[in-house]
Nanobody, 116 residues
Framework: QVQLVESGGGLVQPGGSLRLSCAAS????????MRWYRQTPGTLQRELVA????????SYADSVKGRFTISRDNAKNTVYLQMNSLKPEDTAVYYC?????????WGQGTQVTVSS
């Protein structure tokens, strides 16, 4: 059974940093595309924030480019989202997502609140 477990969320002041982690069990991140999404209260749609492909290449939403970095530790089977220069509009529940052939997996989400 595949499980994705996020951690690292919390309350941070504007301009601060957080690092989110997504640990996988039952599968390997290196097989597939890993993504971070976020969802703000009152919205139905999740916004794609960052992606890492099996080749190791990455892509980012324009709203986070230059501030967020997605990375992967294959030995720990964990994907990270380093978030710097955080803004109040980054406040959301962040979800990790893994896409493999014929399968899609989601974590339970971790809350990030950016406020003074």
């Amino acid at each position: 059974q595949v499980q994705l477990v996020e951690s690292g969320g919390g309350l941070v002041q504007p301009g601060g940093s957080l690092r989110l982690s997504c640990a996988a069990s039952g599968t390997f991140f290196s097989i597939g595309t890993m993504r971070w999404y976020r969802q703000t209260p009152g919205t139905l749609q999740r916004e794609l924030v960052a992606s890492m492909f099996s080749t190791g290449s990455t892509s980012y939403a324009d709203s986070v480019k230059g501030r967020f970095t997605i990375s992967r530790d294959n030995a720990k089977n964990t994907v990270y989202l380093q978030m710097n220069s955080l803004k109040p509009e980054d406040t959301a529940v962040y979800y990790c997502n893994l896409i493999q052939p014929g399968r899609t997996y989601w974590g339970q989400g971790t809350q990030v609140t950016v406020s003074s």
